[in-house]
T-cell receptor
Framework: NAGVTQTPKFQVLKTGQSMTLQCAQD?????MYWYRQDPGMGLRLIYY???????DKGEVPNGYNVSRLNKREFSLRLESAAPSQTSVYFC???????????FGSGTRLTVV | GQQLNQSPQSMFIQEGEDVSMNCTSS?????WLWYKQDPGEGPVLLIA?????ELTSNGRLTAQFGITRKDSFLNISASIPSDVGIYFC?????????????FGKGTKLSVKP
């Protein structure tokens, strides 16, 4: 039972490059989320998907796009990376109940 | 928007000491959760609270859902080195459109061996 799997674990990009962060869950959860974590800022929601085929903006969506490919997979794309997007990115999923989220182990992204 | 104020931001404690941290808000929530994040990992759920006044334990951890529904507390008894990490409170108001969690900014716990 892998839970939430994120790839890659580490990435260095040059300013202006694009990349896609991948996330997959094997728990049959409907809801999936992308967060970024910066020192002293806690976890800030970028985008979320309440169900397959739907996506919505969170607190800090600018500079990002998402795709809910199917029920299992939710990807985050940076079209033109900027140094301000240097962060640790976490994907999470949730059962449609009172339970909390299950998080992946994160992608550490550096934009130079 | 809704906000969770978590304190303290960080703390150093001696091994064996008890630890207390809390989370407050001006908003009412229906669910409070506490997560722990080990260095280099994602947050892991420790305790979930679903009822005002509820007191729940998980080993050396005890958490309470405040009676006003605007706060929650986490206590760690007899701390050990593996308690090091960042503790996040989170709250959920499933009366909202999506029922998304709101997170506090975290309490960084460091233990002196």
């Amino acid at each position: 039972n892998a839970g939430v799997t994120q790839t890659p674990k580490f990435q260095v990009l040059k300013t202006g490059q694009s990349m896609t962060l991948q996330c997959a869950q094997d728990m049959n959860h409907n809801s999936m989320y992308w967060y970024r974590q910066d020192p002293g800022m806690g976890l800030r929601l970028i985008y979320y998907s309440a169900s397959e085929g739907t996506t919505d903006k969170g607190e800090v969506p600018n500079g990002y796009n998402v795709s809910r490919l199917n029920k299992r997979e939710f990807s985050l794309r940076l079209e033109s990376a900027a140094p301000s997007q240097t962060s640790v990115y976490f994907c999470a999923s949730k059962r449609d109940s009172l339970y909390g989220y299950t998080f992946g182990s994160g992608t550490r992204l550096t934009v130079v | 928007g809704q906000q969770l104020n978590q304190s303290p931001q960080s703390m150093f404690i001696q091994e064996g000491e008890d630890v207390s941290m809390n989370c407050t808000s001006s908003s009412i929530f229906n669910t409070w959760l506490w997560y722990k994040q080990d260095p280099g990992e994602g947050p892991v759920l420790l305790i979930a609270l679903y009822k005002a006044g509820e007191l729940t334990s998980n080993g050396r951890l005890t958490a309470q859902f405040g009676i006003t529904r605007k706060d929650s507390f986490l206590n760690i008894s007899a701390s050990i080195p593996s308690d090091v990490g960042i503790y996040f409170c989170a709250a959920l108001n499933y009366g909202g459109s999506q029922g998304n969690l709101i997170f506090g900014k975290g309490t960084k716990l460091s233990v002196k061996p």
